[in-house]
Structures are given as C-alpha cells and as structure tokens.
C-alpha cells in the first residue's frame, strides 16, 4: 500500500498512513484528557450512555477515559480487532451523550463538534475494519 506503513510484529501486513495518525492522535489525547479532567478537579459529571454519573462512578469514569485513549492508539497503530469494537463503543457512548445532550439542554459547541466529527469518523472505522487483522 502507498504511503502505508508496516504494523509492528507483522510481515506483509501494512497498517495505512491514516490508520497511523489515528494511533498517534488517540495516544497524545491521553494526556491531554488526564489534564482536562485534572483541571476540573475532578467534579466533572460526565454522562455514560446519556446517563449522568456522580460520585464515585463518575471518578472512575473520568479515570478511564484517558486509558480508553491509550488502548485505542495501541488498538490502531498494531492493528487489532478489539480496537475496532472499542471505538465503536466509544464513538456510541460520546453520541449518545451527546445527543441527549443537545435533546435536553440545546446547542452546545463542544457537544456540537462531537456529534460533527464522530459521525464521519464511524462511517470511517466501519469503512477500514478489515485492516485490522490481528
């Protein structure tokens, strides 16, 4: 493949340029998304599946969405399946809130921008899925 790159601890297998940005953008999101968290002090009430999140749950929701960052550009840059699931399970939950969202409370720029980007970027994931192959 042009302009593709090889996947780690594979022979013959390329891993395309875009797959690689992505890799690199979701591991360089994870610190980004710790100090965003860290700046709030930690009471952000985040929203899985649309559902509100207090206390402890939402702590450790907030604890793992830089982590779920890490896995996912591990996910991308060695090409595995699992990786492809978990973005659609991300991809989901940040819909779903994000819906629920503009539904309950209106517009909303940083939602807006979710909802803008992660539509293209499932149509994306479905699209390359068979790339991943380990």
Known sequence: MLGGTMAA??????????????GVL?????????????QTDWTYTPKFFGILL?????KLYLLAQPVLHLL???GFLTLRRWA???ALVYAADTLT???????MEGYGRRRT??????????VYILAIRKRFVR
Do not use: K
């Not at 207090?54 to 939402?58: D, K, M, R, S, V």
């Not at 809130?97 to 539904?103: E, G, K």
């Open 72 to 74: 996912l550009g591990y």
């Open 26 to 38: 979701f591991l360089a999101s994870a610190p980004v998304e710790l100090y965003f968290i860290a």
């Open 97 to 103: 809130s994000s819906f629920y969202a503009l539904w």
């Open 54 to 58: 207090t206390g402890l749950p939402a």
């Open 84 to 86: 492809i699931i978990l």
């Open 9 to 22: 601890g594979e022979t013959g297998v390329r891993r395309p340029w875009h797959v690689t940005l992505f």
């Open 113 to 122: 921008i979710f909802i803008a980007a992660l539509l293209p970027f499932v």
